[in-house]
């Protein structure tokens, strides 16, 4: 992990190809994405988690599966299969996803950008428990089950 004063990035390794590894973060986010009274506005309601795979999507906390709304935690502002996806989260940062291939899978990385504009509360708070910290934790375990 690391962090500058704008930046937090975090990255993991994975035994996918970049286009398998980017279809599963995205498509399946909704099975690996860990759901607690930590990670969701009110995990009581979150039936699952989903991005829309198109520039202007939505980066959703699913409430309901049949007409799929919920809380929008993000609008993806790039979405660029298999290399990378970004999108803005509700604190206006961006937050950029890479795929990039390695010997044996791809490298994947999550990097929060725009910390210096948030108070200094708020930045300590995503240097330890935002999204870089956790995405790429959660998708590296869902990927190591086999659930893929």
Known sequence: MTSTSDV???????????????DV???????????????????????SMRIEPWVGGRFID????????GIV??????????????????????????FESIDGGCRVTVEERG???????VARHVRTHSWHRHLPEWFHGYVNRGDT
């Open 8 to 22: 937090a990035r975090a990255s993991v390794d994975v035994t996918l190809d970049a286009a398998t590894a980017f």
């Open 25 to 47: 973060f995205t498509a399946e986010i909704g099975e690996w994405y860990v759901v607690n009274e930590y990670t969701v506005v009110d995990h009581t309601r979150t039936k």
């Open 62 to 69: 699913v409430h309901d599966l049949e007409t799929g709304e």
């Open 73 to 98: 935690c993000g609008r993806v502002i790039v979405w660029d299969p298999p290399r990378r996806l970004v999108f803005v989260d509700e604190r206006q940062l961006d937050v950029e996803v890479t």
């Open 115 to 121: 910390l210096d504009a948030l108070s200094p509360e």
